[in-house]
């Protein structure tokens, strides 16, 4: 693919994702907490920092990949990286194939930690690539993590995408053996399955971000470039962000579990500590608030959900992290028939005690 093409699939990409409508309904509405009455807490008992590996995050939350790789997209990553600066998140950028594959666009990177110099930072590229572009997308960055995408339903439905994705697990097996910072594997608005994140820890993935449905649609978004539109009967695929997490609950012990895709407010992201999450990422409402309020818009909106965060803490009279993912937490409706036909124990998690 030539590069202005490649520029122009990443500015229809920013205006496509600007255009999408998420869903009003949400599985993580088939969750619901135990209210509380007498929390016995103090707003300042709360703790929201956590860890990702080595990585210290003062709170919960992360801005997730977007951009990069165009004109318009460094201008982006710029406010983005401002305003994760000023809130004191982490950020990802998005793939960073064209920058590898093209000096002139590499700033459309860069200009993230040129404007977040002490901050998280963390890197992009496809499960495709060789060590030796794994790194370079970590050096253009001075990046703390890389992510790893996976994102075939995208890729099929995208007209120039890969057809051949033989040899995927052991291409991972090679960079997480060979890499210094930590690599975080990445879905793209598809879920995971036990099974999957199962074979990813066996080849020694430990931070894994299982990027469920309801957020930005990457199959919608790719088939609205074609010219008949012949997959929107795919725009559905994939898990949900819920069920993702409940299918990691198995095997996620020794593992980083991270949630991102359709996180829409600070009480989903909740939920999602709660079924085990250290972050939470969200990508597509931030770079809405971004587009219609600017930086500064961005900036009072991560405050506020820091903020908000506190309060869904101490409604719960939980502390931190640890304690919220000892909380009950009861699944109803689709959610719970999917539990059930895939053998998911989800009344221990009903049934944990309120300490």
């Known amino acids: 693919m030539s590069e202005n093409k490649r520029q122009k699939r990443k500015d229809e990409h920013i205006e496509l994702a600007l255009q999408s ?53 460094a201008a982006i990553n710029a406010a983005l990286a401002k305003a994760a600066n000023a809130a004191g998140l982490p950020m990802a950028v998005g793939s960073q194939h064209a920058g590898i594959r093209d000096a002139e666009l590499a700033n459309s990177y860069k200009v993230v930690r040129t404007n977040n110099p002490n901050g998280l930072i963390f890197a992009n590229v496809g499960a495709d690539v060789p060590l030796e572009f794994a790194r370079k997308a970590i050096d253009m960055l001075e990046a703390d993590a890389l992510q790893v995408h996976l994102n075939v339903p995208q890729e099929l439905v995208m007209p120039e995408g890969e057809r051949d994705f033989s040899g995927m697990l052991a291409k991972l097996e090679k960079l997480v053996s060979k890499l210094s910072v ?95 999450a250290s972050a939470a990422g969200i990508a597509g409402p931030f770079l809405k608030i971004l587009h219609e309020f600017g930086t500064e818009g961005l900036i009072e909106e991560l405050e506020e959900w820091k903020q908000h965060l506190q309060i869904i803490f101490l409604l719960l009279g939980v502390k931190s992290i ?14 719970k028939n999917w539990c059930e036909v895939r053998g998911i124990d989800i009344l221990s998690l009903a049934r944990r005690t309120i300490q």
């Open 21 to 73: 409508e998420h869903a009003l309904t949400s599985d993580f509405d088939e969750l619901t907490f135990i209210h509380r009455s007498l929390p016995e807490v103090s707003i300042l008992d709360i703790d929201l920092s956590t860890s990702i590996g080595p990585l210290a995050m003062e709170f919960p939350l992360y801005i997730n990949a977007m951009t990069g790789g165009s004109t318009k997209s």
């Open 322 to 335: 640890n304690d919220l993912q000892k909380y009950p937490i009861v699944t109803g409706g689709k959610l």
């Open 182 to 276: 930590p690599l975080i594997v990445k879905e793209t608005g598809f879920g995971m399955s036990v099974e999957t994140i199962a074979q990813l820890k066996g080849i020694g993935i430990n931070y894994i971000d299982i990027g469920g449905r309801g957020g930005t649609n990457f199959v919608h978004i790719e088939n609205e470039r074609r010219s008949k539109k012949d997959y929107s009967y795919l725009k559905g695929w994939g898990h949900s962000t819920a069920i993702s997490l409940l299918e990691a609950k198995p095997v996620a012990e020794g593992l980083t579990i991270m949630a991102s895709g359709g996180i829409r407010n600070p009480l989903d992201a909740a939920k999602c500590f709660s079924l085990g």
